[in-house]
């Protein structure tokens, strides 16, 4: 088993930024990818950053430039630096593991409320 727990979420204003970050714990696979997806009010949920154990990276278009993700597979945890924030940047935020162990294995965060507003 596999537990996700994210921290970080909160209150900020356009143009401000905000640190989520996220811990893996239990039974991990060496080789995994760790992301970052959001649903927003009344939206689906899409992928926000991931990034697999060798370092390969991946970001929405629309936080491209503005987001960063970084790792630390010693500790098993996964960070998403959020700068320049916009509104349309409120949602909540999840942490998800993807890994292998004769199927492809996910799990998932309870998630993490970030609101933008003024």
């Known amino acids: 088993q596999v537990q996700l727990m994210e921290s970080g979420g909160g209150l900020v204003q356009p143009g401000g930024s905000l640190t989520l970050s996220c811990r893996a714990s239990?039974?991990?696979?060496?080789?995994?990818?760790m992301s970052w997806h959001r649903q927003g009010p009344g939206k689906g949920r899409e992928l926000v950053a991931s990034?697999?154990?060798?370092?390969?990276?991946t970001y929405a278009d629309s936080v491209r430039g503005r987001f960063t993700i970084s790792r630390d597979n010693a500790e098993n945890t996964v960070s998403l630096q959020m700068h320049s924030l916009k509104e349309e940047d409120t949602a909540v935020y999840y942490c998800?593991?993807?890994?292998?162990?004769?199927?492809?294995?996910?799990?998932w965060g309870q998630g993490t409320q970030v609101t933008v507003s003024s």
């Open positions: 990034m697999a154990t060798g370092g390969s990276t």
């Open positions: 998800k593991l993807l890994t292998y162990d004769g199927g492809y294995l996910t799990y």
């Open positions: 239990g039974n991990i696979r060496t080789k995994n990818a």
